[in-house]
């Protein structure tokens, strides 16, 4: 699905490197989450995605086409959708409807067309009861929602989500979770989720760790979290059960590292008592 | 500085169809120095809670003393108030405007009236308490700089008017791991150095229960749960009731009990759950 | 303070009004508009005042909230009162001092004011009826024959959207930015008007920046979401005439009709 081979990008004419020389590979229909904290390159990675930023040396295929290819932006970008991190931002109309025809409307889907796919997408988030409301009389999660909606409405067969929950409150930040984790279970979308919470991460098919513009560990969520150690040196943050199992095993206590849940945790204490 | 809340009202949009009461009597004290969590979901009150505490928002009915001085009494001066409770808003950086770092922090204080070189000073010790080196970035424009830094320079615009009572809402909201903790143990250094009274405004159950003495818990404009993190931690069944989670680890201990292992000292940290479960392992 | 101003927003109910063609309104509004500067005999305003009691009638619009739109507005009512009944010259009624009064005077005031309150209700009946996307729909509509001679009437409309959509995510950060700096001991309201500019300094810098930055941050999200003018773009809403647009023509065409001929009667 998504492909990138050595891609580059600097910024201020190449001064300030972001990213530099990493090789990422999404399949289709996983759920991959990207890590690091500000600054690790992982949002410009994600806006080379879908060609709001070309690499500056390097390549990233979207579906086999190459970013770098004008004639096919709109094909990349129909194909990997976007949500961004603010919510009021990238909300355009002032109906909840009129925005999330606003994409198929400038990829001049048929007319009868539009208002089903409205329907359909905003049904997908749970949002159809919206359907007339005006954006800014929505809780930040139900904006994220209605981004994501305006996003499913073009079809796309992946969503890059650029740190969708950093400016949400817990329930908003739930909310958001569910409806991508659904759709990529579900509708079997593809998930490129960008995110400095941990907590987040626990379900995804594969991690990757960005620091200093660089991919830095790559993994299951079991492979990555079990490195606490690395994971604290980066100022990440692992799960609290599993920061406990760690800190049992340096006391020379006999328990796996890969904890993640509390479930997980309770079992392996039991079967230590 | 203790401050006492009694029986405070706020109603929005009085005697129109929007009439929403965003206060619901609300009662509570805050002793001198101590550190106080604030936790409630968005639209439980708490926002507007804080911005009567600075005299931004008039009661519609009941009284607020902050160490006998009636800030919700008709003709006090805001200057007053300002120094004696300082706001820190939810992110403060979009409030920055002056050229310089040094300026924009000078700018509480100046409004307070104090002379050139008390403001300087202020600035100088403010800037230090947030971990700011003085003499690299006071000529630096605030806008240049990473977001971590900005947030910084906007709280040590409320930190250099000196206030006695520090009330910050969700000052880690949208930082990564690593900047929100470098902010949160400021605030804890802070604490221990001034011995100010702080309340921390937080989504976030295990930030509060790291550093706070006692939380209140605001839920639909009322004054929902209140006590130490261990005692609110304890009702974690009406806490997810209400959209708000309680620490892994506080879960851990909980299903724990269940399982009939006698854990007997409470756990609210992963520090606390490890000497615990060390002990019932060297025991058995 | 800024809720209070209820001019020309958005009333929504369902009326015979608000089903309208927003194209055949906002042309309706228009010649409305030049009708009001055909009447030349107060007497005439009689039958404007039928037109629009009629249509606030159907539009199921309260009076007293149209009414309540015209406070703001109330100052510059006086103010042409004023200043049509002592400039006016002709037959002296009333004297006193520098003061003259004169019946042309009077006539001549009630006049102004009744064209500038008929003004006003007539283009704020327009938008109470119509909803701002509805408006903007047909504005783009209206404009598309211009582009010929190169209006950029999409880009226009679009503008006029975003501008809608933004107003109040704007007003909410004016109020949070204007309260995060009173907590730091700014004075928005005393002093001179010297030192109240002023003192709007640190409101405003704060005010543009972020919304260059919201700008910025709309249009990345706009491009990710294909967008790239309007050449191609379809509609998920398309504008079509009904019958009741057709009738709603005739019955204003009469009454267009009615004044242009009364001008020559009279």
């Keep these: 699905m998504i492909r990138t081979e050595q891609v580059k990008y600097g910024y201020n004419e190449g001064t300030i490197i972001a990213v530099d020389g990493v090789d990422i590979q999404v399949n289709n229909g996983e759920f991959v989450v990207i890590i690091g904290h500000n600054g690790s390159g992982k949002s410009t990675l994600a806006k080379m995605f879908n060609g709001i930023l070309l690499p500056t040396g390097g390549a990233v295929y979207i579906a086999g086409m190459n970013t770098a290819d004008e004639g096919k932006i709109w094909d990349i970008r129909s ?16 109906l909840v409807e009129e925005d999330v025809a606003f994409g198929p409307e400038n990829l001049g889907v048929p007319t009868e067309e539009i208002r089903e796919r409205v329907t359909t997408a905003l049904d997908a988030v749970h949002m159809a009861h919206h359907l007339k409301k005006p954006p800014h009389l929505l809780s930040g999660g139900q904006k994220q929602r209605v981004a994501i909606a305006g996003i499913l409405a073009m079809k796309p067969r992946c969503i890059i989500l650029d740190e969708p929950t950093a400016m949400l409150d817990p329930i908003g930040r739930k909310e958001v979770m569910e409806t991508v ?54 100022g990440l943050d692992v799960p609290q059960v599993t920061l406990l199992a760690h800190e049992l095993k340096k006391s020379n206590v006999n328990i796996s590292e890969d904890i993640l849940t509390v479930e997980e945790m309770v079992e392996a204490i039991c079967r230590l008592l | 500085m203790s401050i006492t809340i009694e029986h405070l009202d706020h109603i929005y949009d009085k005697g129109t169809p929007y009439e929403t009461k965003a206060l619901d009597d609300v009662s509570l004290t805050i002793e001198t120095g101590e550190f106080i969590g604030i936790i409630g ?110 947030r910084r320079v906007a709280i040590a615009g409320v930190l250099a008017m000196k206030p006695d009572v520090l009330i910050l809402d969700e000052p880690t909201a ?25 309340i921390l405004v937080s989504h976030s159950m295990e930030d509060v229960g790291k550093l706070a003495d006692r939380l209140f818990v605001m839920n639909k404009g ?6 130490t993190p261990l005692e609110v931690f304890r009702e974690s069944e009406f806490l997810e009731s209400i959209g708000l989670g309680v620490p892994q680890i506080v879960k851990l201990s909980e299903a724990l009990i269940k399982k009939g292992i006698a854990i007997e000292k409470e756990i609210v940290t992963v520090e606390d759950a490890k000497q615990e479960l060390l002990r019932l392992l060297g025991s058995k | 303070m800024l809720r209070d101003i209820t001019i020309g927003q958005y009333y929504p109910v369902e009326s015979a009004i608000h089903r309208l063609d927003p194209r055949i309104k906002i042309s309706i509004s228009f010649l409305y508009l030049i009708s009001l500067f055909i009447v ?16 606030i009638k159907m539009s199921k ?39 003259n009064i004169t019946i042309q005077g009077v006539y001549q005031a009630v006049f102004m004011v009744l064209r500038l309150v008929y003004l006003i209700v007539g283009t704020s009946l327009l938008t109470l009826t119509t909803s701002p996307i509805a408006l903007t729909d047909g504005i783009e509509h209206l404009l598309t024959p211009f582009k010929k001679i190169g209006l950029p009437a999409h880009e226009l409309a679009m503008m006029m959207t975003i501008a809608l959509r933004f107003i109040p995510t704007l007003l909410e950060e004016t109020d949070k930015i204007m309260k995060a700096q009173m907590a730091r001991g700014a004075d928005f309201e005393s002093g001179n008007i010297f030192n109240r500019a002023k003192a709007l300094v640190p409101l405003l810098v704060p005010l543009f ?58």
């Design chain 2, 222 to 227: 009322q004054l929902a749960l209140s006590g």
């Design chain 3, 61 to 99: 619009v309260p009076v007293n909230y149209i009414l309540r739109g015209l406070k703001p507005i109330f100052l510059i009512i006086i103010f042409a009162f004023v200043i049509n009944l002592f400039m006016t010259p002709g037959d002296s009624i009333f004297h006193y001092g520098i003061f």
């Design chain 2, 41 to 150: 979901h968005t639209g439980s009150g708490k926002s507007t809670l804080i911005q009567h505490l600075n005299g931004l928002i008039k009661p519609s009915s009941g009284k607020i003393v902050v160490n006998d001085f009636d800030i919700t009494a008709e003709k006090v001066k805001m200057t007053d108030v300002r120094k004696k409770v300082g706001l820190v808003f939810q992110y403060p950086e979009y409030q920055l405007f002056e050229e310089t770092v040094a300026r924009d922090i000078a700018f509480g204080p100046e409004n307070l009236g104090l002379d050139a070189k008390t403001v300087e000073a202020h600035v100088k010790e403010a800037m230090a308490l947030v971990g700011l080196d003085y003499e690299t970035m006071k000529d630096k424009s605030p806008f240049e700089l990473s977001g971590g830094q900005k």
């Design chain 1, 181 to 234: 984790t659904r759709l990529n279970r579900e509708e079997g979308i593809t998930i490129v989720h960008i995110t400095h919470f941990m907590d987040e991460a626990i379900d995804a098919d594969r991690i990757i760790v960005m620091e200093k513009g660089k991919k830095h560990l790559e993994g299951t969520p079991k492979q990555i979290f079990s490195q606490v150690e690395r994971l604290k040196d980066m």
């Design chain 3, 209 to 266: 920046i972020s919304a260059f930055r919201r700008a910025d941050e709309l249009a990345m999200a706009m491009e990710a979401r294909c967008y790239r003018g309007g050449e191609n773009r379809t509609r998920m809403k398309v504008l079509k005439y009904e019958k009741r647009d057709v009738l709603a023509g005739l019955v204003f065409g009469l009454y267009v009709a009615l004044i242009v001929g009364l001008r020559f009667i009279m």
């Design chain 1, 79 to 94: 194909t990997a959708g976007m949500v961004f991190q603010n919510p009021d931002n990238q909300i355009v109309a002032t």
């Design chain 3, 40 to 55: 030349k005999d107060i007497r005439v305003f009689g039958l404007v005042t039928l037109f629009l009691l009629m249509i």
């Design chain 2, 174 to 198: 949208g930082l990564d791991p690593k900047g929100r903790d470098e902010i949160l143990m400021q605030i804890k250094q802070l604490h221990r150095k001034n011995k100010n009274t702080v």
